[in-house]
């Protein structure tokens, strides 16, 4: 009879034990983003929500940041494991330059590309009003002009394509809030426009229609040749991307490459299982936010991503796996894939 209630009472010990230790380790990913009211901020926001319900074994935290910039220098400075990044961000850091000037002492370990999400297209708009005087980029000379807030890979898109037609406009730093209220009160002449996907724009952009009557500002054909002459590709994207009368039937945008990207911390199996796992869902992804939609092209999104920027981050082995599993994966890129 002892005997019998000594296994019973050890019995319990083990079932209550089971009880109290979780059934899975979960691992925490703080990944950073851009600020509350951006593009970025919003589509990692419902990225999460798809990753959270289908890795069970890992805890997505969204972590706003004033830009996307600073999400790539946390995770780089060993602060987060996930980061907002472009190619024009791994550009400036492979070569120490602009915002990543004197920033590689600081550096703890290097970022790679993990995951591509979209493109985002960049341009400029001018109140309705002032479209008979200011009617070319170059026009833009001399005036006041929020090309973005500082650390933002959009803004530096933008101070890029101006340079390369020879705007010497004055930059006006102001809150994302108070652009549409100040181009109508005449103290902007211009602020920065952009869609994610050539598909949906940013909330604070469309908050700003509602405070000014802004139109496109498109390049001249002259002006388009300098772009493409400096390396930088134009495209037409449509008004209804922007949910409002924007002047023209198109507004002429310069892309780039934007991914929401994780380091070597984050094994091979399951940055392939992730990439997977976005795959499998991209439907409800673009049904959560249309910057999703060029993602309907998985393989094709994830080719074009690592080719803008191959030759600036390695690739982390996940990626490289998925990829060569889906037959996009160039084999010259065989020395780029991290270690």
């Known amino acids: 009879m002892h005997q019998l209630n000594r296994s019973i009472a050890a019995l319990s010990i083990m079932f209550a034990t ?10 925490d990913i703080t990944w950073g983003t851009s600020a509350v009211g951006s593009s970025g901020h919003r589509a990692l926001v419902n990225l999460s929500t798809v990753l959270n319900k289908e890795m069970k074994d890992y805890q997505v935290t969204v972590q706003p940041m004033p830009g996307a910039i600073v999400s790539v220098k946390s995770y780089a400075a060993g602060k987060t494991l996930g980061y907002y990044g472009a190619d024009i961000a791994f550009f400036e850091l492979a070569n120490g330059i602009n915002r990543f000037k004197g920033f ?151 892309p780039f490459y934007y991914g929401f990207h994780v380091g070597m911390e984050i094994p091979e199996a399951d940055v392939y299982r992730m990439l997977n796992i976005i795959e499998k869902n991209v439907d409800e992804l673009v049904k959560l936010d249309k910057a999703f939609a060029q993602l309907k092209d998985m393989k094709g999104m994830q080719r074009r991503g690592v080719e803008s920027s191959i030759d600036l981050v390695p690739v982390h082995p996940g990626l490289a796996k998925w990829m060569k599993e889906k037959g996009v994966w160039d084999a010259k890129w065989d020395s780029r894939i991290a270690k």
């Open 18 to 27: 089971s009880l109290a230790t979780p059934a899975m380790a979960q691992t």
């Open 104 to 254: 590689k002492d600081q550096m703890k370990r290097q970022p790679v590309q993990s995951f591509w999400a979209f493109t985002v297209e960049v341009g400029a708009a001018i109140h309705e009003r002032d479209k008979d005087k200011i009617k070319s980029w170059s026009d833009l000379t001399d005036k006041q002009v929020f090309s973005g807030p500082l650390p933002w890979d959009t803004r530096a898109q933008l101070e890029r394509g101006l340079a390369a037609v020879g705007t010497k406009h004055k930059y006006i730093e102001v809150d994302l809030s108070t652009a549409g209220s100040l181009m109508e009160s005449g103290r902007l002449d211009g602020f920065i426009i952009y869609t994610n996907a050539e598909a949906t724009t940013a909330p604070w952009i469309t908050e700003a229609g509602l405070a000014t009557n802004w139109v496109a500002l498109n390049p001249t054909k002259e002006e388009e040749a300098k772009l493409k002459q400096a390396g930088l590709a134009v495209v037409d994207v449509p008004a209804s991307a922007f949910k409002r009368d924007i002047g023209s039937p198109s507004a002429k945008l310069l």
